[in-house]
């Protein structure tokens, strides 16, 4: 059963560094960077507690929200998917994204204290 | 000036049972304030005719006559028609005293009977002339009057209008001044329906009441004043005790002189000589029915209309009537044997038909002895319904023996209440039983209830009443209280002592008086306690921790091989770049100073400058893009 696991584990990662273009694995990474503070951040309260909640809310949601708007932003550049989006170049998705963090980090310094 | 029969009263209301009945009115000692204030020395003329004139109308005597004839003549001033008015006017008011005048005199004063002249000055000449005798032409002086009210409008105009039109002769058409006290009495102000005064005060009040009665008299019309309104009148103007001015002082003189003596309207003032309350030692209420200056009306029939019990609104009495015994009107009530309480009497004062708000409602005391008889006292087996022997105790003295109950038994208390004089079983309002503890001070009341034969109980049972007493046992001294308003002997009597034993006894602790009036325990502010932080220690490791992700993605980065080669250093791309950073420092500073309407008013500028920055610089990407073949 392990064996199995650990197999499809292993073909996954070798698929995914050969196929993947670059563009997207620097996207990935980033997508790692942010899950792996929002996962500290969690971890830190679950140890210390929620005081002060504002912080740790406005600290949670910025990595949530990040995490989402760069899941938009791969699924809208990766040219595999490119007949889904004929309308939105990349160069748009960039710039939507950027706008979209504008506003997020907006409403999370507003929240921070 | 001889009267004329006085027309019948169309003004007046039917007297219902809610008239209003004058609250405030001159008693002997204000009248005494009054005539105090009005004999004090004069030094000028003004100041003499309020004075001789103010007491001649409170009735009373002046001194000194002569002398203040001597001071007349020598301060007076024969070209002022003031001057000449306040000499003649005093002059009338004192016997033997006739004021010298020339023909100089006369002519100035009938100079100044014409409508140039102010009212004041018309009135004034007006009343010297007929006082000293002289002749004058009524149908002018009227002509004069009725121009100068065109002119000169005001309250105090228009009652010195009234003065000199009473000193007119009667066959002269004053009709339409005396319209004007209509007017004049529409211009009061209703005060809360008890009040009627004119705004300029209360001299002006007091003199226009003068004024309309004195009119009114000289032509025989009554004047139209409901009598509501001359009761309302009557509290305005004698409510102020202390008067400011001569002149005040005067002018309420006159109004309560005119007030107790006109031909139409006389209020008069029903009050009790002492409390209103009657007994067997005290059996007739005594009423004084004076008019408004406290002179007895002693010409007039004071009888009970009816009298009412206040509770059950029986009727007791019916047109019963008064004596008059050395001013002071006397009625028997006990002789119609009244059980005691409070009764509503209704008091007509009759005969004459010029009597005023003579309708009084009055609330009498009907007070009382009480006697307590048949007190039974035992102390009763709770197994056996077999009473153990009752001690009977005659007050005022108490029981030889005390009682003990424990808790199989309970102590029992039977008396009556009866009225000393008619021998009626009474139910006072307080009927109390107090135990005191002697040793600890405790004191239990309890209240006992007549039973339907109006026979009082008093039952104590020491198991259920344990509570009360603090399960305390000892001597407790029983007290009976009776009390009531309507009786006059309230009884206070230590009937006997009580022994109780209670089962479960805790230590007697120490009765403390009821400590209330005592500083309570001070409160220690809690102060909000801050919340709990974790220690640096771990907050700091943690901020470093959380700054690894970042380092790991720069390792990623660098792996991959992502760069910055194909970085144009065209303006809009250095601009967007610039305006980007520009904004992320922004939201660093919105954090530390910024509130968020300053905040997005700089997010605009820059956002809007870095907008048209980057669509430059992402098109010409686009381009390029496109250029390389992938489009």
């Known amino acids: 059963m392990s064996n199995s696991v650990i197999s499809v584990i292993s073909r996954f990662l070798e698929e995914y560094t050969s196929t993947t273009p670059t563009k997207l694995k620097v996207v990935d990474s980033y997508l790692l960077y942010i899950l792996l503070t929002g996962a500290l951040q969690f971890l830190y309260c679950l140890l210390v507690g929620t005081f002060p909640f504002n912080s740790f809310l ?23 998917n490119k007949g889904d989006f004929l309308s939105i170049s990349p160069e748009r998705a960039f710039a939507d994204f950027l706008f979209a963090h504008t506003v997020l980090h907006l409403v999370v310094m507003n929240f921070i204290g | 000036m001889t009267a004329h029969t006085p027309h019948p009263r169309k003004y007046l209301a039917l007297a219902g049972a809610q008239a209003l009945t004058p609250s405030h009115h001159l008693s002997l000692s204000d009248v005494a304030r009054l005539q105090s204030l009005l004999s004090q020395p004069f030094t000028d003329l003004e100041s003499a005719y309020y004075s001789v004139v103010g007491l ?3 009735g009373a005597v002046i001194p000194d006559q002569n002398e203040v004839c001597h001071f007349l003549k020598s301060e007076l001033d024969p070209a002022s028609v003031d001057s000449l008015f306040f000499a003649v006017e005093t002059s009338q008011a004192i016997s033997g005293c006739e004021i010298p005048v020339s023909n100089e005199t006369r002519d100035i004063l009938l100079a100044a009977v014409s409508e140039d002249s102010t009212m004041g000055q018309i009135h004034r000449a007006v009343s010297a002339l007929g006082s000293l005798g002289l002749p004058l032409a009524s149908q002018e002086v009227i002509g004069a009057l009725t121009a100068r009210i065109e002119k000169e409008d005001n309250v105090m105009a228009i009652t010195s209008a009234l003065l000199a039109a009473s000193r007119l002769s009667q066959q002269a058409e004053l009709g339409g001044i005396l319209e004007e006290i209509e007017d004049l009495t529409a211009r009061l102000d209703d005060l809360g329906g008890m009040y009627l005064q004119f705004e300029e005060g209360l001299e002006a009040t007091a003199m226009f009441v003068t004024a309309a009665y004195s009119l009114s008299d000289h032509v025989g019309v009554e004047p139209p004043l409901k009598e509501d309104q001359v009761i309302q009148l009557v509290n305005s103007i004698f409510s102020k005790k202390s008067w400011d001015s001569l002149a005040e002082a005067f002018s309420v003189a006159s109004a309560a002189a005119a007030l107790s003596s006109n031909q139409f309207h006389v209020p008069v003032v029903v009050r009790t000589h002492g409390p209103a309350t009657v007994s067997h030692s005290q059996p007739t209420l005594q009423l004084l029915v004076t008019d408004v200056m406290s002179q007895p009306l002693t010409s007039a029939n004071v009888l009970v209309e009816s009298a009412n019990a206040a509770s059950s609104k029986s009727s007791i009495l019916s047109q019963a009537p008064f004596t008059l015994n050395d001013g002071i009107f006397e009625f028997n009530f006990m002789s119609s044997q009244p059980a005691s309480g409070y009764y509503q009497f209704t008091i007509a004062v009759t005969g004459d038909k010029r009597l005023v708000a003579n309708q009084v409602e009055l609330k009498v005391k009907v007070s009382t002895e009480v006697a ?3 007190m039974d006292l ?17 007050y005022p003295s108490k029981a030889k023996s005390s009682f003990v109950a424990d808790s199989h038994q309970y102590f029992a ?33 309890f209240v006992a209830e007549p039973d339907s034969k109006n026979l009082y109980k008093f039952e104590l049972d020491t198991a259920e009443r344990k509570s009360e007493f603090d399960t305390i046992s000892g001597t407790y001294s029983l007290c009976l209280i009776v009390g009531d308003a309507t009786l006059e002997n309230p009884i206070l009597w230590n009937v006997a002592d009580v ?20 500083p309570k325990p001070e409160i220690q502010h809690l102060f909000r306690e801050p919340e709990k932080k974790p220690p640096t220690v771990v907050s ?30 065209s303006p809009s791309t250095v601009l967007f770049h610039v305006g980007h950073a520009a904004m992320l420092g922004l939201m660093y500073v919105y954090w530390t100073h910024l509130d968020m309407f300053q905040t997005l008013k700089y997010l605009a500028i820059i956002g809007g400058v870095t ?9 010409q990407k686009a381009v390029k893009r496109c250029e390389k073949g992938i489009c």
Request: include cysteine; charged fraction near 15%; aromatic fraction near 10%.
């Open chain 1, 58 to 80: 406005s600290g949670f949601i910025s990595c949530v929200g990040s995490f989402i708007l760069a899941v938009c932003l791969r699924i809208q550049i990766n040219p595999q």
């Open chain 2, 611 to 619: 907008f048209l920055a980057g669509n430059r610089m992402l098109a």
């Open chain 2, 372 to 374: 307590v008889t048949n």
């Open chain 2, 413 to 445: 208390m039977a008396f009556q209440l009866v009225d000393v004089n008619t021998g009626v079983e009474l139910t006072p309002h307080q009927t109390f039983v107090r135990l005191h503890n002697q040793k600890t001070g405790q004191e239990v009341v």
């Open chain 2, 540 to 569: 700091n490791a943690f901020t470093a921790l959380v700054l690894f992700p970042f380092l790991l993605l720069l390792i990623l980065w660098f792996k991959l091989g992502a760069n910055i080669s194909n970085f144009r250093l």
């Open chain 2, 378 to 394: 035992s102390v009763v087996d709770k197994d056996q319904s077999i009473g153990t022997k009752t001690t009977r105790v005659d």
């Open chain 2, 499 to 518: 022994v109780l034993k209670f089962v479960d006894e805790e230590a007697p602790a120490t009765i403390q008086p009821k400590t209330l009036y005592v």
């Open chain 2, 56 to 58: 001649t109308k409170l």
